[in-house]
């Protein structure tokens, strides 16, 4: 949209510890999205020194133990392969193996995670796997489904496993992390009074959220359904489907969330945050009469733009002046606010627990270690063949 906005007053995102679909990361310039090159200290060092001589070395292609359950290099290349794009410029074997890294790093954490649902019995249930699978697959035919598949290099079996582990997760955090959090009002006052500045409005703003269809290939995706629109009439056909969708009653974040092809909003259901007017003054002509146009909960037809299709949603708009505590939505922010806050902290401690009371071994990390970063047959990865008619 090119507008600058502000997010609601104090609005601190927060940023899953373990992402539901191991969340896409940025890519650079060449077309691949870089790692955190920093790994755990743990991950370097566990079970190091002359005692891991004694202990007999797996397979190649074993690339970590959690618990004593192999994590495969054909796992890492799974995820691996939905986080490069393989039409940009092939990365480096340093930054290939930084990924790689990373990437395991997350699956020895799912694991870790796995396993205390199961002895706690929170493990997914075959009918809560089958209602998110067919969740899931609804949006498609037959064909466009295991096209999607082939794609990403992954099977039914495949995908049926790693909706079990993310509802598994999921379930033991709600239980033993979100269950745990309390936000009294007592909290909501002292967050106010130190933060009043940010609860003055200076010009009239407005809410929006967005849903984006380009009629292009993104290089990079991150809606939950790694959906994309590569041409104008599958751009048409998805429009229509999301506004037969919306006017059936569908939630407008949940819609953006699935389907939405901006790479910046996406995630968080479409949400733009507050855009100033005087931000509105400086976009395309048609968006701001749009927007200014509407009410408080509407959502607009789609706007073809010059880079494509966006349904706006204007979720509220403020008049300039200082927002009072009483305002339910100041309520409604600091609350958000200080439970997103309280849940970043209590999943960082949660795993950081799990973590020292499991065994772990991270061999891909012994051996980079050891090679110096000379890896080569590991940094290589073999991509799926794109298909060719859509």
């Known amino acids: 949209m090119h507008l600058k906005t502000r997010k609601n007053p104090g609005l601190d995102p927060s940023t899953s510890l373990v992402s539901t679909k191991l969340g896409a990361r940025d890519r650079g310039r060449s077309g691949y999205r870089r790692a955190a090159v920093l790994l755990p200290l743990a991950a370097l060092l566990s079970f190091g020194g002359a005692g891991c001589k004694q ?12 618990n004593g359950k192999e994590i495969k290099r054909d796992d890492v290349e799974k995820y691996y392969r939905t986080r490069v794009n393989p039409e940009g410029q092939e990365p480096s074997q340093e930054e290939a193996l930084s990924l790689k890294l990373n990437v395991l790093d997350e699956l020895i954490n799912n694991e870790i995670l796995l396993d205390r649902a199961k002895k706690l019995n929170l493990e ?20 466009e489904f295991q ?3 082939k794609e990403r290099g992954v099977s039914v079996t495949d995908l049926k496993s790693d909706l079990r582990r993310q509802l598994s997760i999921q379930k033991l955090l709600n239980r033993e992390v979100v269950a745990k959090i309390s936000i009294t009002d007592q909290d909501v006052t002292e967050f106010y009074n130190a933060n009043k500045a ?9 809410r929006i959220a967005q849903i984006v269809v380009t009629p292009r290939k993104e290089p990079q995706i991150r809606n939950r359904k790694n959906d994309d629109a590569t041409n104008e009439a599958e751009a048409q056909r998805k429009i229509k489907m999301l506004m037969d969708r919306l006017n059936s009653g569908a939630d407008f974040a949940q819609l953006a969330m699935d389907y939405s092809e901006d790479m910046n909003s996406a995630a968080t259901g479409g949400d733009l945050g507050y855009v100033p007017e005087s931000a509105l003054n400086q976009s395309d002509p048609l968006l701001k009469k749009t927007v200014m146009g509407m009410k408080a909960g509407q959502v ?3 706007l073809a733009l010059k880079e494509g299709y966006r349904i706006l949603k204007l979720v509220t708009r403020e008049s300039p002046g200082q927002r009072n505590i009483a305002d339910p939505s100041v309520q409604q922010t600091i609350r958000d606010t200080l439970r997103n806050r ?9 795993l950081a627990i799990a973590r020292d009371e499991a065994r772990v071994r991270n061999y891909l990390a012994e051996r980079v270690i050891e090679a110096a970063g000379k890896l080569p047959e590991a940094a290589k990865s073999e991509f799926p063949q794109k298909s060719s008619g859509h």
Not at 55 to 66: E, G, H, I, L, Y
Not at 124 to 143: H, I
Not at 342 to 350: G, P, T
């Open 300 to 302: 607009s037809l789609p």
């Open 124 to 143: 997914a249930t075959d009918g809560e796997v089958e209602d998110k699978f067919t969740e899931l697959k609804s949006p498609f035919t037959e064909d």
């Open 342 to 350: 309280k849940e970043q902290l209590l999943r960082s401690a949660y």
């Open 198 to 206: 940010q609860f003055n409005v200076a010009e009239p703003q407005y």
């Open 55 to 66: 202990q007999a070395q797996p397979s190649a292609d074993v690339w970590a133990t959690v």
């Open 147 to 149: 096209r999607q598949l």
